[in-house]
């Protein structure tokens, strides 16, 4: 099969297009034809070697997945040979073909294409798992989405939204705040423009605050995002991509009565409770462009400019 592996991790040039061997489903596990498989930021910290992913190459990046069903490993009786599945990979997406374990592999709805499915599995997931487990957002509270024109925030408009939620989110032009309103935020915030985004924060909320603050960028925005938050409100956090090293005031934490919580993606826990509302496209995926395969390298460089709204895609041949 053809495949991108990372030999060394480093730059760009380090993704290399080559043969590999075919892989071989294990039991509970599905071999899978990729059609699409979309990028996540840690998809560029496996690359480089960055956050703490160092790794023994050769190794294949990637976790979402969209295709069909090309080989059912031992046991499986769920999925049917060139069956139309999308899920996360544990062995690598960037491929012709991939394995998957059966709790992180579902059926297609009819409606969606290989694409926008590749779209939503890690992103929904994490979105999901912050949002609805962890931070407990209840109907009628105001959440905060740190940048909403990425993958993972264009998910968290739509799941807060869905929950009945006020959503503010922030972006780096006016564009993706009309795109990102178009997904249900209710109001945005440039910060380019207004890069103390705090402010405006408290004053789209009569000075009060939001109940949660939904991030994953990292030390860039701590100041601004610890400030948006309301007396009893929360902090949710999946990733660092901009700092990990940040300062916190421990009287305010405790005089303000605030929570500070990190978590990641549960799939197996958390996408069989939201795939229910894919099917009824209540939850879109949002593609912003796709590439070949060998185009990877290029889909990198796209991925770390951010100059991009939702989620980049990967077209084996």
Same mark, same amino acid.
């Given at each position: ?15 290399? $297009? ?5 892989? /071989?489903?294990?039991?509970?596990? +599905? *071999? ?39 080989? *059912? @490993? ?10 139309? =599945? ?7 997406? $960037? ?23 590749? &779209? ?12 609805? &487990? ?56 440039? $910060? ?28 860039? =925005? ?6 948006? *938050?309301?007396?009893? @409100?929360?902090?949710?956090? &999946?990733? /660092? ?44 995926? +949002? ?14 460089? /796209? ?15």
């Amino acid at each position: 099969m053809k495949a991108i592996i990372v030999v060394e991790q480093g730059g760009t040039e380090n993704l290399i $297009y080559t043969d590999m061997d075919d892989p /071989v489903p294990g039991r509970g596990e +599905v *071999l899978v034809r990729v059609r699409a498989a979309s990028l996540n930021r840690r998809d560029i910290f496996g690359r480089e070697g960055s956050h703490g992913m160092r790794l023994d190459g050769p190794i294949i990046l990637g976790l979402d997945i969209a295709g069909e069903v090309a080989q *059912l @490993g031992e046991g499986v009786t769920q999925f049917t040979q060139g069956q139309r =599945v999308m899920g996360i990979s544990r062995r690598g997406s $960037y491929a012709q073909l991939t394995t998957a374990v059966v709790e992180e592999l579902f059926p297609m709805p009819d409606w969606i294409s290989f694409d926008e499915a590749a &779209c939503i599995p890690t992103v929904f997931a994490t979105a999901w798992h912050m949002l609805l &487990c962890r931070a407990r957002l209840a109907i009628g509270e105001t959440v905060l989405v740190i940048a909403g024109g990425s993958g993972v925030g264009s998910a968290a408009i739509q799941i807060a939204k869905r929950a009945g939620a006020r959503v503010i989110t922030t972006a780096s032009s006016d564009e993706k705040l009309e795109k990102a309103r178009s997904l249900g935020a209710d109001e945005g915030i440039n $910060y380019k423009e207004f890069p103390d985004f705090s402010e405006l924060a408290l004053a789209m909320t009569d000075g009060q605050g939001v109940d949660i603050v939904f991030e994953h960028v990292g030390a860039a =925005v701590w100041e601004q995002c610890f400030a948006s *938050l309301k007396r009893g @409100g929360r902090f949710i956090n &999946c990733g /660092v991509s901009a700092g990990s090293r940040a300062e916190l005031h421990l009287g305010q934490l405790w005089t303000r009565d605030l929570s500070i919580m990190g978590t990641g993606m549960q799939p197996k826990e958390d996408l069989p409770k939201l795939m229910p509302l894919v099917e009824r496209q209540e939850f879109r995926g +949002v593609l912003h462009q796709t590439f070949p395969l060998e185009e990877a390298a290029r889909a990198h460089e /796209v991925l770390e400019s951010s100059n991009f709204f939702g989620k980049l895609v990967l077209n084996p041949p």
